[in-house]
Each structure stands twice: as C-alpha cells, then as structure tokens.
C-alpha cells in the first residue's frame, strides 16, 4: 500500500509563507505527477499546483506568482512554498500522487491565515 505523508501546516499571518512537503513510501518517480489540492469545509477540493514527472507545472490561477512547486528526487520530496499568504488560503492541504489507474493521497495538513 502506498503511503503519502504530507506535513508542514500552521498558523502564520497574512503576508507571511509556510512550505509543505510530501514524501510518499515509493519513489516520487514512480507517479506520473505530483501535487497539492485543498479543501475548505463545505467546498469541494481543488487542484492548488501539480507537478510532472518532466517537471511541468500547473498552477491554480489564484496560487500563481504566490505558491511555486518543486520536486527533490534525491530526498523523494516535493514542496509548494507559499508566499503572501491571505485567509483565502486558509485550507486543509493535501498531497497527491498519481498513476494512471489510481491516485493516493495524504492526511492533509491545516494551512490557516490569520492575524
């Protein structure tokens, strides 16, 4: 079973940055790509940025110019850095790894903006 271990959560004003990481039990290159959804109560959840296995991105129009998405082979991580963070970000974030016949995804980690 694979497993996908998201951490890197908090609490930080707005204005401020926080950066998640993921790490899954296989290889990170065994997964086509890589990314990171979230989802607020009531909402459904959203693609936040995506990374390929040949390092393209995809980003939520929101996130961009604000969150960048990197993958670490060597450490089998991947991050998203956010910077300028504002409530709106304000979420449960989840990482997700993807094959094409199935997807796995991680517990999630409280993302919250406040002052």
């Known amino acids: 079973q694979v497993r996908v271990m998201d951490s890197g959560g908090g609490l930080v004003q707005p204005g401020g940055s926080l950066r998640l990481s993921c790490t899954t039990s296989?290889?990170?290159?065994?997964?086509?790509?890589m990314g990171w959804y979230r989802q607020t109560p009531g909402k459904q959840r959203e693609l936040v940025a995506l990374i390929t296995n040949c390092g393209d991105t995809t980003y939520v129009e929101s996130a961009k110019g604000r969150f960048t998405i990197s993958r670490d082979n060597a450490r089998n991580r991947i991050y998203l850095q956010m910077n300028s963070l504002t409530p709106e970000d304000t979420a449960i974030y989840y990482c997700?790894?993807?094959?094409?016949?199935?997807?796995?995804w991680g517990r999630g980690t409280q993302v919250t903006v406040s002052s």
């Open positions: 997700y790894a993807d094959r094409p016949t199935t997807g796995y």
């Open positions: 296989e290889s990170i290159l065994s997964f086509n790509a």
